[in-house]
């Protein structure tokens, strides 16, 4: 089983952009599907994106689509969440998550195996 660190979250404003990474422990990362989730306080865990174990598939929130993009660099076992466009409602714990099912539906469906400890954004309007 992976363990999970992510980083890159911080204080930005509007319009701005971020990047988050996640560094896996682990040898077996690249076989790994891999997604991001975000919280605000108060509300349910939700789903932002996920993408398959060789980065060829990637699925997307409604919400995020088109402005966030998750890719993977199995080499360094990394995922990444680039953030463009930010909006003050993107504010939000981001967490990563792993699982070794191989399905992104595992992830879609926020029941994945490994979390992160998570990583704060806050966008300022």
């Known amino acids: 089983q992976v363990q999970l660190v992510e980083s890159g979250g911080g204080l930005v404003q509007a319009g701005d952009s971020l990047r988050l990474s996640c560094a896996a422990s682990g040898r077996t990362f690249s076989s790994y599907v891999m997604g991001w989730f975000r919280q605000t306080p108060g509300k349910e865990r939700e789903f932002v994106a996920a993408?398959?174990?060789?980065?060829?598939?990637?699925y997307y929130a409604d919400s995020v689509k088109g402005r966030f993009t998750i890719s993977r660099d199995n080499a360094e076992n990394t995922v990444f969440l680039q953030m463009n466009s930010l909006k003050p409602e993107d504010t939000a714990v981001y967490y990563c998550?792993?699982?070794?099912?191989?399905?992104?539906?595992?992830?879609?469906?926020?029941?994945?195996?490994?979390w992160g400890q998570g990583t704060q954004v806050t966008v300022s309007s």
């Open positions: 993408i398959s174990w060789s980065g060829g598939n990637t």
């Open positions: 998550a792993a699982d070794s099912s191989g399905r992104m539906s595992t992830i879609v469906h926020g029941r994945p195996e490994t």
